[in-house]
């Protein structure tokens, strides 16, 4: 497990706070003080050079098989926000949902999200009521 993976397990937040975690590029870690975790644009593999060419500006300082969390918020399509090669991994965890914008439903696997009551998309002006 990887030292980010372990200070996001152990933390404990504080009532009525947040702990912000960056997790590289333009990803971050957010662990509210009821436990819940949540990842936004985790971009955790190199999917992004094996597609296009293009290397990562950092190493990752977390591999998607040390991820626990609750939500894996994806805010567009781009590999770099919604890490085809990650998901497959992420979504091995029963308890993980996935929330996204509208065209991140396109670029899923079959499969590759988890069973369907796991992904929610929001677009805009929606909200999402997600238990």
């Known amino acids: 497990m990887s030292d980010l993976a372990r200070r996001i397990q152990e933390t404990r937040v504080d009532a009525g706070s947040l702990a912000i975690f960056w997790i590289s590029q333009a990803g971050f870690a957010y662990k ?12 955790l593999a190199d999917c992004v050079e094996r597609l296009h060419g293009f290397k990562r500006i950092m190493a990752t300082p977390i591999e998607a098989e040390d991820i626990q969390a ?21 979504a091995q965890d ?3 949902r996935f929330v996204g914008a509208p065209d991140c439903q396109g670029r899923t696997v079959p499969g590759s999200w988890g069973a369907r009551r796991q992904v929610f998309l929001v677009g805009r002006g929606q909200d999402a009521a997600i238990r």
């Open 32 to 43: 509210t003080d009821g436990g819940t975790v949540i990842f936004i644009d985790a971009y």
């Open 70 to 90: 609750d939500y894996i918020v994806s805010t567009h399509s781009h590999e770099d926000h919604f890490d085809v090669d990650a998901i497959p991994i992420l």
């Open 94 to 96: 029963p308890r993980t």
